[in-house]
């Protein structure tokens, strides 16, 4: 029973943290947009708002078609963090071939903004 709670609370928390840090990372960006920074300085200041995160580096991994935890596309801001094997976090167990607490494929948060 202590497996199962653990095996459900930590897929939601990583899901929770992982929406907030990439709402945290593109509220950082969007808050220096009218700043003096150039695009990549801004970049570095939303990877390092991850970065200083309680996640492990090998916890926070970018999503596929961002080039960093940023993505710049004219107007619309994203931000995305995941992590794409959830099981090498939590093993699953299997009990007469039934997973007792299925992991997702992936977990991940993403946050866009359209700009005007």
């Not at 997973?99 to 005007?116: C, F, K, M, Q």
Request: hydrophobic share 40%; aromatic share 10%; glycine share 6%.
């Amino acid at each position: 029973m202590f497996y199962g709670m653990v095996g459900y609370f930590i897929p939601l928390l990583l899901s929770a943290t992982y929406h907030e840090l990439s709402s945290e990372a593109l509220r950082q960006a969007i808050s220096l947009k009218y700043s003096t920074l150039e695009h990549a300085d801004i970049q570095r200041q939303a990877n390092r708002v991850i970065e200083d995160s309680w996640l492990p580096n090998a916890w926070a991994q970018l999503c596929p078609g961002y080039e960093a935890y940023l993505k710049i596309h004219g107007d619309t801001w994203s931000a995305c963090v995941r992590h794409d094997n959830p099981s090498s976090i939590l093993t699953p167990i299997s009990l007469f071939g039934l997973d007792l607490v299925p992991l997702p494929d992936e977990i991940r948060g993403e946050a866009t903004v359209l700009l005007h």
